[in-house]
């Protein structure tokens, strides 16, 4: 590959994943089933409510079809709910990924299971760690705005808003 199209694939891994590049291989192999069955959810009698904010995505880098989402969700009511898909209009597909250091001391992104709000504190995704990859939305720029949802196991379908924007709206603290 020519140094131009090596930066431009380095550049489209920092942008979509905030700061980290892929690993050569980035494949699924050896992070699980991502459709396996989990346990539903206790019913504690108390249909949660989740509240999402800080919602945003990144600019597609270069004209590329895929880029990183990114939001923080909070129970104001119940005691855990679980994130079990995210969708965005006019994406072909949405999937949670996060970081984690391969063996031989390299960051590599991979895909991660539903994952669990509880009332001890938010689900962050944020750049450099939990986020959306969104692969095959047509490209959006800053000050764009993109329609989606969030789909939790016990409260149902939460629309969301993904401002298009370069830097993040704030940080989890101020949440």
Request: charged share 20%; with cysteine; net charge negative.
């Amino acid at each position: 590959m020519r140094a131009p199209g090596l930066i431009a694939l380095l550049a489209l891994g920092l942008a979509a994943c905030g700061g980290e590049a892929p690993d050569a291989g980035h494949t699924m192999a050896g992070h699980g089933d991502m459709s396996a069955e989990l346990a539903p959810l206790p019913d504690d009698g108390v249909t949660p409510v989740v509240d999402i904010r800080a919602v945003w995505m990144r600019p597609h880098p270069g004209g590329r079809d895929v880029t990183a989402a990114y939001f923080t969700a909070r129970l104001s009511e119940g005691e855990i709910d679980r994130l079990l898909e995210a969708r965005i209009e006019g994406a072909e597909r949405v999937e949670m990924h996060s970081h984690s250091m391969n063996s031989e001391g390299m960051m590599q992104m991979h895909q991660i299971p539903p994952q669990d709000v509880t009332n001890a504190g938010p689900l962050v995704f944020t750049p450099g760690g939990r986020h959306l990859m969104v692969f095959g939305l047509p490209t959006v720029v800053e000050g764009d705005a993109v329609q989606g949802v969030l789909v939790f196991e016990r409260s149902g379908v939460v629309p969301v808003t993904f401002a298009v924007r370069n830097m993040p709206p704030g940080q989890p603290s101020d949440y």
